[in-house]
């Protein structure tokens, strides 16, 4: 079946330092790849995508590439703000699976002023 | 900008008591769904609706869990007979189309606690 496998959290860093969630997949064809983010007491956002291979998601700093030759889809911020301190979460979804999303682990991230 | 919204935030409920979580999608989607997340583990799907009917269920979804969309706007999961193990935030979600590539947007969830 199709899974998602995200680094393990927390990941602590400082105001300003360069953050790497990986995000690797597996599945059978090509899926469309989401990251979403769940800031402190509400629900998931939806925070970028990529729907084939090679695009690029981007979306208030952050961005992600779609890698089919290493089914990964990896997050990258040059520069994290406190405002940033989230849980974030690595999905794909198949139409062919009636669009439901598969969810990896999740990675708290918490950003240090 | 539209947002799906769910009530009530927070439920606490017997064992072996019935619940009904509600989600108001955005108006003008066709596709709904509810995802569940225990503590600490991984959110996980639960099922689809589309037309007036379930289009894919998980395993999850047993015989104790059902879905209706009473009205235009509500989106209801009913769980019958409440477990320990159905503890976790519920979240509920909503798509204009089904094309794989759509994000789905979610709602806050509902916290739901059995004692």
């Known amino acids: 079946g199709n899974s998602v496998t995200q680094m393990e959290g927390p990941v602590t860093l400082s105001e300003e330092a360069f953050l790497t969630i990986n995000c690797t997949y597996t599945?059978?064809?090509?899926?469309?790849l989401f990251w979403y983010v769940q800031y402190p007491g509400e629900g998931l956002q939806l925070l970028l995508k990529a729907t084939k291979a090679d695009d690029k998601g981007s979306n208030k700093g952050f961005e992600a590439t779609y890698r089919k030759e290493t089914t990964s889809f990896h997050l990258e911020k040059g520069s994290v703000q406190v405002s940033d301190s989230a849980v974030y979460f690595c999905a794909l979804s198949f139409k062919a699976a009636g669009n439901k999303l598969t969810f990896g682990g999740g990675t708290r991230v918490l950003v240090k002023p | 900008e539209p947002e799906v919204t769910q009530t009530p935030s927070h439920q606490v409920t017997q064992m072996g008591q019935e619940v009904i979580l509600r989600c108001v999608p955005i108006?003008?989607?066709?596709?709904f769904y509810w995802y569940r997340q225990i503590l600490g583990q991984k959110v996980e799907f639960l099922v689809s609706f589309y037309n007036n009917e379930i289009s894919e269920k998980s395993e999850i979804f047993d015989d104790q869990f059902s879905v209706e969309r009473p009205d235009g706007s509500n989106f209801t999961l009913k769980i019958r007979s409440t477990k320990l193990e159905d503890s976790a935030m519920y979240f509920c979600?909503?798509?204009?189309?089904?094309?794989?590539?759509?994000?789905?947007?979610f709602g806050d969830g509902t916290r739901l606690s059995i004692l």
């Open positions: 108006s003008n989607h066709l596709y």
């Open positions: 599945a059978t064809g090509y899926p469309s």
């Open positions: 979600a909503s798509s204009e189309q089904d094309l794989g590539n759509q994000p789905q947007h």
